[in-house]
């Protein structure tokens, strides 16, 4: 009469078939694995800052908000403007870094107060979720027409952990879905995972466009 297999003995031999059979099926595709390749840059976003995709007029500002965001020269109609912008926003492939690269023209950059990454749909006005001027002074970084920015995780959470009383209406961070706003993107990957849904933009203050901003561009898969 044989011995019966007991149970601890018959999944460990059924472990062990998994493990052999799961190390015998190459990557999909034949793709070979690189954790390696994981700060490789991956998908890229594209924007084209114009004044036209503000959401407002500066005229239009709400009365009660922080004077931070209170315009202090005179305000330009939009269609007047002739600030334009064109910058990529690319994520590594392990979602761990981002890069903001942003070519500005015909702007005052002595005028610049504010540079954010907002979520928002066009036309929108969201919260910031990265503010540039925490990696670098926006003068310096833009005096030659061109900011580069590198984003982590930090440089998100930096944004939230400011949030308090009137200002933390703007900065009190995006939540990672629109079902449950308390649910905040903390995270480069939760960055990446907006961009896709096509609502992230670029948004430039200077003095006298303050609140809504000097020039906006939402962020697009690129085109290949």
Not at 12 to 36: C, H
Not at 37 to 55: R, S, V
Not at 199 to 212: A, C
Request: glycine share 10%; net charge negative; with cysteine.
């Amino acid at each position: 009469m044989r011995n019966p297999i007991n149970l601890h003995t018959l999944s460990a031999l059924i472990l062990l078939s998994s493990t052999a059979l799961a190390q015998e099926v190459p990557p999909r595709d034949g793709m070979m694995l690189d954790p390696a390749k994981g700060l490789e840059i991956g998908k890229i976003y594209e924007a084209w800052l114009t004044p036209d995709q503000e959401g407002g007029e500066e005229e239009d500002t709400p009365a009660l908000i922080p004077k931070m965001f209170k315009s202090i020269g005179t305000p330009v109609p939009r269609a007047d403007r002739p600030d334009r912008g064109h910058g990529t926003l690319a994520f590594t492939k392990d979602l761990s870094h981002a890069y903001a690269h942003i070519k500005v023209a015909n702007l005052k950059v002595e005028d610049v107060t504010m540079f954010h990454i907002h979520c928002g749909r066009p036309g929108e006005l969201g919260p910031i979720i990265v503010d540039f001027s925490n990696n670098v002074n926006l003068q310096d970084g833009l005096a030659d027409g061109e900011l580069s920015v590198e984003i982590t995780n930090k440089d998100i959470t930096a944004v939230i952990d400011h949030a308090h009383g009137m200002v933390g209406a703007y900065t009190s961070g995006c939540g990672i879905n629109r079902g449950d706003l308390a649910a905040k993107m903390v995270t480069v990957a939760g960055l990446a995972t907006i961009a896709a849904e096509g609502e992230l933009y670029f948004n430039l203050h200077t003095k006298s466009q303050q609140y809504f901003g000097d020039m906006r561009g939402q962020l697009w898969p690129v085109e290949k």
